[in-house]
């Protein structure tokens, strides 16, 4: 069974500063890897979509990396403003259907101005 | 473009009392549909998804139910509620092999 784990659960950074979101899953079995943002009370925004076939993507100031075989994907943000914070979140897809979703529990991200 | 609505927003329902929750999709056909619950302090867990009109599949026994009585329609239901039903549910779509979009999801206290 694929566990998703996001280290660490909470981060604090003050304005300007560049960060990274780690994500790591057991199963590198995996047909691709999504990353989310949520806002309190609000649903999920698609941040960035990795197939398993690629290395990175990027959008913007974002962008994410996947390692399939150590398991691991990151999410690296630049220049950090008060808008990116929010909760991100780590998502593995096993199967071709987008069913066999796994999330993490999410990487809760403050920028202080 | 493609967007998905929930409603309601919020919901504030006794336990032992009836659930509806409502999921439509415009802008793109055939989507697989899907609904995940939130609970407070835990990660999403998938409830069903539905690959076409009238395909449920259930990830998780409970006493919820879903139903697709039209393409871009996906419906939450349950006839009597707990106060373990308590969440935040979100609903989503994807094209097959996709990404998933998630609509706004909506606040449901079971009092």
């Known amino acids: 069974k694929q566990e998703v784990t996001q280290i660490p659960a909470a981060l604090s950074v003050p304005e300007g500063e560049n960060l990274v979101l780690n994500c790591s899953f057991t199963?590198?079995?995996?047909?691709?890897l999504q990353w989310f943002r949520q806002d309190p009370g609000k649903g999920l925004t698609s941040l960035l979509l990795?197939?398993?076939?690629?290395r990175e993507q990027t959008s913007g100031r974002l962008n994410a990396s996947l390692d399939k075989s150590s398991g691991r994907s990151t999410l690296y943000i630049a220049a950090s403003q008060p808008g990116d914070s929010a909760t991100y979140l780590c998502?593995?897809?096993?199967?071709?259907?987008?069913?066999?979703?796994?999330f993490g529990k999410g990487t809760k991200l403050s920028v202080i101005p | 473009s493609q967007t998905i609505h929930q409603w309601p927003a919020t919901l504030v329902q006794p336990v032992g009392s009836p659930l509806s929750l409502e999921c439509t999709v415009e802008?793109?056909?055939?989507?697989?549909l899907y609904w995940y619950r939130q609970a407070a302090g835990r990660g999403l867990q998938l409830l069903f998804y539905?690959?076409?009109?009238?395909?449920i599949s259930s990830e998780v026994p409970q006493n919820l139910s879903a139903s697709r009585p039209q393409d871009r329609q996906f419906i939450l239901s349950s006839k009597k509620l707990l106060l373990s039903d308590s969440g935040f549910y979100l609903c989503?779509?994807?094209?097959?092999?996709?990404?998933?979009?998630f609509g706004p999801g909506t606040r449901l206290t079971v009092t």
């Open positions: 989503a779509w994807s094209l097959l092999g996709g990404e998933q979009y």
């Open positions: 199963d590198s079995a995996i047909y691709n």
């Open positions: 990795i197939q398993s076939s690629q």
């Open positions: 998502v593995t897809n096993s199967g071709a259907g987008s069913y066999q979703l796994t």
């Open positions: 802008g793109t056909s055939n989507p697989n």
């Open positions: 539905s690959v076409g009109i009238g395909q």
